[in-house]
């Protein structure tokens, strides 16, 4: 073992200089990724050598995703203390499904979870698990709301037409979770947004008397804290006041957005937390965790036992459900994501952790104000956010990125919103200082500027 983890520590010297030597990797084409790398596997195994030979080539060529360059997806960067805490997590390799097997592990997990709900301003006696994504978490908010509305539905499955409403500009796991729990795509109901993508109240209540009209049964609302496009927040105390007439389950998806509960300056973009049922957050977006770290929160405790456990003599046999944690998890066996925020946390405080976001929140401004100055830039994104969208001269958005990004120029991706395509730059990457804004801008001026790119577009 200590002869691996030297190895290990060889591989990530090598890793550390490839992302500041070469932050974005050279990109290989699909169809020849199989002949480039050597990734058989073989009856017969291979050398310390060739198997260190190997990683690298295969360290070399992966995305750099701590790297500067890195504004492609809405994660990025490393905190070393959460990476330690992760590390550490692989080595004592706990399952968190019983305290039995996991000891204090679930002590700091409980904590966790207790502070986000105070965070939140959810009530004592509130609860919460951790899962393997946003999309999960918000799974588990939907199995909860239609388990809250139809106690019978787990047992008897579902005999009532029950509809469901998100934004247009919502996640697209609402609609493959519907799917998957059984109540169909064809039950969501896109809710009208407006030029920011923040969710309409007025339709929604709209839409919803049209179905109550027709005989259905509403039963969740999915509420948005950071669009995955344009990173809009949805008016929460709006969408509650429609939900409380109806009785109908709110969620808050803040997969993306939703740590903006940390800082005091960027809290009243979630004004109405309290109001709602569940609300979920990814640790490993805003606040740097490495993948994946996600939480989700009810004010509903008893419902993640109703909705999750299922008795199992032959694995809880000790302790109390309070601390056999697999009896309000969708999982069983699940792997500890928890230490790492709290090695995080604990080392930087929560105060840190509110600079954390502050800092993402400055970026974004830093960059639109560079936007605005510069009359070859077009701003398609709006303030109180980290999504920076913008065109550049009359270069489309899908050509410019992937010419960046098969040149190894840098990692950044496009979104649509309205029929308008855009660059999406994110500053959520916890390694950005401004100077790595200006040197993004900096970038693709030089390159859309030389002839090789004008050729290409031509």
Not at 278 to 284: E, G, Y
Not at 307 to 331: M, P, R, W
Not at 392 to 421: I, Q
Request: glycine residues 6%.
């Amino acid at each position: 073992m200590h002869q691996d983890l030297e190895l290990f520590s060889e591989l990530c010297d090598f890793l550390l200089d490839e992302e500041k030597n070469n932050p974005v990797a050279t990109p290989i084409a699909t169809s020849e990724l199989f002949e480039k790398l050597d990734l058989s596997l073989k009856d017969e195994g291979v050398v310390d050598q060739d198997l260190t030979l190997a990683l690298k080539a295969i360290i070399k060529h992966t995305p750099k995703t701590a790297s500067t360059s890195f504004f492609n997806q809405l994660f990025g960067g490393r905190k070393g203390k959460a990476s330690l805490g992760d590390l550490l997590s692989v080595m004592l390799n706990n399952s968190m499904y019983t305290y039995k097997v996991a000891g204090p592990q679930v002590g700091l997990e409980k904590e966790i979870i207790s502070q986000i709900c105070r965070l939140s301003g959810y009530p004592e006696g509130s609860g919460g698990t951790l899962a393997a994504g946003g999309s999960m978490t918000n799974f588990m908010a939907l199995l909860m709301a239609r388990d809250h509305k139809f106690p019978e539905i787990r047992t008897e499955g579902t005999r009532q037409n029950i509809t469901l409403y998100t934004s247009e500009a919502s996640h697209y796991s609402i609609a493959k979770n519907a799917a998957l729990a059984g109540i169909g795509s064809n039950n969501v109901r896109l809710i009208n947004c407006n030029a920011k993508g923040e969710m309409s109240a007025e339709h929604l209540e709209e839409v919803i008397e049209n179905d109550v009209n027709k005989g259905f049964i509403p039963f969740f609302v999915n509420a948005t804290a950071g669009t995955t496009v344009l990173g809009a927040f949805d008016n929460i105390t709006a969408l509650s006041q429609v939900c409380k007439k109806h009785n109908i389950w709110l969620h808050v998806d803040g997969a993306y957005c939703g740590s903006v509960i940390f800082s005091n300056r960027y809290k009243h973009l979630v004004k109405g937390l309290e109001l709602t049922d569940s609300f979920s957050l990814n640790a490993h977006k805003m606040l740097g965790t490495p993948l994946s770290c996600s939480i989700i929160i009810t004010k509903h405790k008893e419902q993640l036992h109703h909705s999750f456990s299922n008795e199992a003599e032959y694995l809880y046999q000790t302790d109390g459900d309070d601390y056999n944690l697999g009896k309000t998890s969708l999982q069983c066996g699940r792997r500890n994501d928890a230490l790492k925020l709290w090695t995080l946390w604990k080392s930087v405080g929560t105060k840190g952790l509110e600079k954390i976001v502050d800092h993402q929140f400055e970026l974004a401004q830093f960059a639109r104000d560079y936007i605005n100055n510069h009359p070859d830039y077009t701003l398609n994104s709006f303030d109180d956010s980290i999504s920076v969208c913008f065109n550049y001269k009359d270069v489309p958005a899908n050509t410019l990125c992937t010419a960046l990004y098969e040149d190894s120029k840098l990692m950044v991706g496009f979104g649509k919103f309205r029929n308008t395509e855009f660059v999406r730059m994110v500053t959520i990457n916890t390694v950005l200082e401004k100077e790595d804004i200006l040197n993004f801008f900096e970038t693709i001026e030089t390159y859309v500027s030389k002839e090789l790119l004008k050729n290409s577009l031509s």
